[in-house]
């Protein structure tokens, strides 16, 4: 199965400022088919990206996905305050489908 | 509105069968195309996709957790069954069923729309 690694595990920002996130794949991710989520505490993971630069419905243009192959990137271009969360990556390339182990976004 | 919610067992006794609910609105199960399937999430821990059936009965299982788990769908109430055998504490966790949406990719899926979780206590 494609083991998907995620990094950083905690990212520590500010308001306003740029969030870059990583989801590396252990194998090749064919026709992109990577998606990533946001999960709040308490919540269920909410859709975000999905065909690695798709937004799905209703997600702000502030977040946006892009990579091929093996790497892979979310990226929020200026933090809002409900966007401290955790991300998750999801590849639907090959069965099973598989999640990373996530990146948590916290308040610096 | 599309909503998913989850019921059943929420706390099991080890070696005990499991048995979940996901009672769907706003979306048919008798639609061409849908699908929806059961994620879980150990506390703290990251998702974990189960099982998942598609609206012309096709069924699809994690393959190592296969011969623990069986998917079924009830049309007429529109609903989706899990049970899972031989619970162990391990299996602790946040269940939930989402629908299929998002890539057109037909298996494996996105999931665009979520149950709010149930927690399942696996102990004696």
């Known amino acids: 199965e494609i083991v998907l690694t995620q990094s950083p595990g905690t990212l520590s920002l500010s308001p306003g400022e740029r969030a870059t996130l990583s989801c590396r794949a252990s194998q090749s991710v064919s026709r992109s088919y990577l998606a990533w989520y946001q999960q709040k505490p308490g919540q269920a993971p909410r859709l975000l990206i999905f065909d690695a630069s798709s937004r799905a419905t209703g997600i702000p243009d502030r977040f946006s996905g892009s990579g091929s192959g093996t790497d892979f990137t979310l990226t929020i271009s200026r933090l809002e305050a409900e966007d401290f969360a955790v991300y998750f990556c999801q590849q639907y390339a090959r069965p099973p489908l598989t999640f990373g182990g996530g990146t948590k976004v916290e308040i610096k | 509105q599309i909503t998913l919610k989850e019921s059943g067992s929420t706390l099991v006794k080890p070696t005990q069968t499991l048995t979940l609910t996901c009672t769907l609105s706003g979306f048919s199960l008798r639609s061409n195309g849908v699908g929806v399937g059961w994620i879980r999430q150990p506390p703290g821990k990251a998702l974990e996709w189960l099982a998942l059936?598609?609206?012309?009965?096709?069924?699809r299982y994690s393959p190592s957790l296969q011969s623990r788990l069986t998917i079924t769908k009830d049309t007429s109430k529109n609903q989706v069954v899990l049970t899972m055998s031989n619970m162990d504490p391990v299996d602790t966790g946040t269940y939930y069923c989402?629908?299929?949406?998002?890539?057109?990719?037909?298996?494996?899926?996105?999931?665009?729309?979520w149950g709010q979780g149930t927690l399942v206590t696996v102990s004696s």
């Open positions: 989402a629908r299929r949406g998002g890539s057109s990719n037909w298996f494996p899926p996105t999931f665009d729309s």
């Open positions: 059936i598609y609206w012309d009965d096709d069924k």
